[in-house]
């Protein structure tokens, strides 16, 4: 079987270096050697393993990407950008006719599925790409659709810390707020307690050293009322490997949908996780 060609867009940014570096690593996936990048990104390549990708500002985008489907045919991109450039991204790909892997948070997120319901291709789309939160997610999912109101009355925390170098707030957390609130609590996305400070999250948060460049911590917190009764539940996750892994499962999923013919159709890490 001829390996799964992939464009990984964002680079030299931590995530998108980390997703490179474990596409390389797979054998039924072949790297291109380009990437999409920021007008501010001063570097002209960068190195992953063995092999040298070019960066392409956007002003040369258009030109490189025909140029890729001329010399490589179909290829899938893996987008870890800046929230800012979530939609035009999104949509210069559905206008190539490239399905993507959007893993990048922020932007319009009704705007980013629609873009994809009205045009050619199929994408995966999702805030989290880490395939154990994602099933964290999908069991608050079914307690909300299964004991709505649950938890009317109680008060709700939502705190998260990031790098410093993470521009928007959490996607999961962001996420999650609608599961809450269909369990009765009221809450705002407004309302998350981000922390960037890499000193408040050594002091206080407790985040090792090694990791305070690349972490992922989310605790919610349910009190009642009378503050009698205490519920919470955390996923602190430090590194980046696990959501290049679930990456790569996303690829090879949304390679797998491809060549089954879905167009226009938005999937979800839910989706790769029960693999139909």
Known sequence: MDAIKVMVNGLPGNMSTKAAQHIVQDSSL???????????????????GSEAVKLIKPDDRQQTIESIKRDEGAVICVDYTHPNAVNDNAAFYCENGIPFVMGTTGGD???LAETVQKSEVAAVIAPNMAKQIVAFQAMMEYAAD?????????NLEIKESHQQG?????????????????LGVPFSKDQIKMERDPEVQRSEWGVPEPY??????????????????????????????????GTVDAIHYLAK???????????SMIDVLKGV
């Open 30 to 48: 072949k790297l291109i050697p380009y990437a999409l990048t920021g007008p501010e990104i001063e570097v002209a390549e960068i190195q992953i």
């Open 166 to 182: 993470k521009a928007d707030t959490s996607g999961t957390a962001k996420a999650m707020i609608g599961y809450f609130n269909r």
């Open 109 to 111: 997120r009704a705007l």
């Open 257 to 267: 949908k491809v060549d089954e013919g879905a167009k226009g159709r938005v999937f």
């Open 146 to 154: 299964t004991f709505p109101g649950v938890f009317m009355g109680y």
């Open 212 to 245: 305070l460049g690349g972490h992922g911590w989310h605790t919610y917190a349910l009190r009642s009322e009378d503050g009698t009764v205490f519920f919470q539940f955390t996923h602190n996750v430090n590194g980046r490997d696990i959501y290049a892994w």
